[in-house]
C-alpha cells in the first residue's frame, strides 16, 4: 500500500513563500509521475503540477513562473516551492501519483495565504 505524508504548509503573507514536502510510502517510487494538486474551499480538487520520471515538469497557468515542482528519489520524496504567493493559492495541497490514484490520496497540507 502507498501512502503520501504532505507537510510544510501554513499561514503566509501574499507574496511569500512556502516549501511544501510529500514523503511517499512503497517499495517502488522512481518510475512514476508525481503531481501536486490542490482543493479551494468549495472547489474542487485540481492539479498543479506534475514531474515525470525523468525530471520535466509540467505547470497549470496559474502558477507558471511562480511555483516550482522537484523530486528526489533516494529519499522518495517530492517538493512543491511556492514563490509569489496569492490569496487565491489558499486551499490544501496533496500529492499523488500522476495521473492521480484516488486510493493513495494523503491527508494534505493546508495552506493559507492572507494578510
Known amino acids: 500500500q502507498v501512502q503520501h505524508v504532505e507537510s510544510g504548509g501554513g499561514l503566509v503573507q501574499p507574496g511569500g513563500s512556502l516549501r511544501l514536502s510529500c514523503a511517499a510510502s512503497g517499495r517502488i517510487f522512481s518510475i512514476y509521475n508525481m503531481g501536486w494538486y490542490r482543493q479551494a474551499p468549495g472547489k474542487q480538487r485540481e492539479l498543479v503540477a506534475f514531474?515525470?520520471?525523468?525530471?520535466?515538469?509540467n505547470y497549470v497557468d496559474s502558477v507558471k513562473g511562480r511555483f516550482t515542482i522537484s523530486r528526489d528519489d533516494a529519499k522518495k520524496t517530492v517538493y512543491l516551492q511556492m514563490n509569489s504567493l496569492k490569496p487565491e493559492d489558499t486551499a490544501v495541497y496533496y500529492c499523488?501519483?500522476?495521473?492521480?490514484?484516488?486510493?493513495?490520496w494523503g491527508q494534505g497540507t493546508q495552506v493559507i495565504v492572507s494578510s
Open positions: 514531474i515525470t520520471s525523468g525530471g520535466n515538469d
Open positions: 499523488n501519483r500522476y495521473p492521480s490514484f484516488p486510493e493513495f
